[in-house]
């Protein structure tokens, strides 16, 4: 009987490449880090930060290149032409885009100052020492932690909401979540400011990234699952604000 070594030679392709692609991704990674450096350098002879430029090095430097909210990013940022910002962020940096970073990097050139807060007390531990001076971790809920900022009047420019992960079999708790959140920042967030909401795909996007949420369809028309699904219902209801950008994510701005 004949036997052919096919296995073998498989399994040696498949590391081959599995190999040659984490080179790829360290040595891009190594590029997106030179970049920021080379962004901090320049800095002061800078006009101007340029928000493509600042969003790709950084998902670059993440090991994140193809992240579904590198546009997002881009677009949001650039809503705000380079001027200094005060950022919220509910989930700090996890398996995510490594949010806090790219706030972080943000307010280093442009002024500003951001406030993170994770459940989890590992995500700020993991930061430690990585961040300007600029930006403040926090260990809490973050109901409680908007809530607390906002009885003191806090204002923001920018509030990222990408706390409660989503389970896509069953996103409701996600949504009930998002919901207490965005109720706050709509409160908090100025007048030309942005409230982006992680997890909330189109319908296009659900699919180009294998994400099939139950009850999507009403009416024969699409309702939209995840963190942010009952921000647009709020914002249907309050003429104040208007959806500025939505693919994977959702962005919400305050035009009055
Ligand atoms: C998707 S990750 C955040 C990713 C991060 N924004 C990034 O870009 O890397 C979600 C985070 O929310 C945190 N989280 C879950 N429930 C929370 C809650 N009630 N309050 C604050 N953080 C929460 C989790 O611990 C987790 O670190």
Redesign the pocket.
């Known amino acids: 009987m004949m036997f052919r070594r096919v296995k073998p030679e498989t399994t040696t392709g498949i590391s081959i490449v599995n190999h040659v692609k984490s080179l790829i991704k360290k040595l891009l990674m190594v590029f997106g880090w030179g970049t920021i450096k080379l962004m901090r350098l320049s800095a002061p002879i800078r006009k101007r930060i340029n928000p493509r430029t600042l969003v790709t090095a950084h998902l670059f430097r993440s090991g994140n290149p193809r992240h579904p909210n590198a546009k997002a990013f881009i677009e949001v940022l650039g809503n705000f032409d380079g001027r200094p910002l005060q950022i919220l ?12 970073r790219l706030w972080d990097e943000y307010v280093r050139y442009a002024g500003g100052h951001v406030k993170s ?4 007390s590992e ?1 700020s531990e993991q930061l430690k020492g990585r961040l300007s001076r600029n930006t403040h971790l926090e260990v ?4 409680a ?1 908007l809530q607390r900022l906002a009885d003191k009047s806090e204002l923001a420019d920018l509030i ?1 909401l ?4 989503v389970n896509w079999q069953d996103p409701e708790p996600a949504e009930i ?1 998002g919901e207490a959140e965005f109720k706050i920042a709509m409160g908090m967030i100025r007048v030309g400011g942005i409230i982006l909401i ?2 909330t795909p189109t319908p296009e996007v659900a699919a180009q990234n294998g994400i099939c949420p139950p009850n999507t369809r009403e009416e024969g028309s699409f309702r939209f699952r995840g963190k942010g699904a009952r921000a647009f219902r709020l914002v249907e209801q309050n003429s104040n604000f208007t959806i500025f950008f939505h693919d994977y994510a959702v962005a919400f701005k305050r035009i009055k």
Request: avoid cysteine; glycine fraction near 10%; proline fraction near 3%.
């Open positions: 962020e509910t989930g700090t940096s996890a398996w995510g885009a490594d949010s806090t807060v994770d459940i989890r995500p809490g809920d973050s109901v932690f990222y990408d706390s409660f992960d979540h992680d997890d």
